[in-house]
C-alpha cells in the first residue's frame, strides 16, 4: 500500500506539472505559430491567389507528419515518465525507511531494484 501511495503522489505531481508546462509555455508557442500559419496564408491568397491555390494541397504534406512525430513523441515521453515514476518510488521508499533497510541488509537488493527500473527508461 506505501508503494502505491508514492507512486500516486509523484503520478499528480508530474500531471500537475505537465499541465502548468501547457498552459503557460505549449499553448501560447501553439497559438502563435497557428496563428502565423494561417495569417500568412490570408497575406498571400490576397497578394497572389492563384499561387496560394496551388500550393494548398501541399499543407497535408505538412500537416500529416507533424501529427505522426507528435503522436510518437507523446507515447515516447508517456513511456519515459511512468519509469522514472517507478524508479522514483523505489527511491523515495527505500530514503524513507532507510533505517529499516539498513536493519535488513538489503541495500544491494534496493540498488539492483532502482537500477532495474532506469534501465527501462
Known amino acids: 500500500m506505501w508503494v502505491t501511495l508514492i507512486f500516486m503522489s509523484q503520478a499528480l505531481l508530474m ?3 505537465v499541465i502548468q508546462d501547457v498552459l503557460s509555455e505549449k499553448l501560447p508557442n501553439f497559438l502563435m505559430n497557428a496563428s502565423a500559419f ?5 497575406v498571400a491568397f490576397i497578394m497572389m491567389w492563384r499561387l496560394t491555390i496551388v500550393g494548398f494541397p501541399f499543407i497535408v504534406l505538412l500537416v500529416i507528419p507533424g501529427l505522426m ?3 510518437a513523441l507523446i507515447s515516447i515521453s508517456r513511456k519515459i515518465r511512468e519509469e522514472y515514476n517507478e524508479a522514483g518510488s523505489i527511491a523515495e521508499q527505500a530514503i524513507s525507511l532507510v533505517r529499516t533497510v539498513y536493519a535488513f541488509g538489503s541495500e544491494t537488493k534496493l540498488i539492483a531494484k532502482f537500477s532495474v527500473a532506469l534501465q527501462g527508461s
Open 15 to 17: 500531471s500537475s506539472q
Open 38 to 42: 494561417v495569417g500568412s496564408y490570408v
Open 69 to 71: 512525430y507528435g503522436r
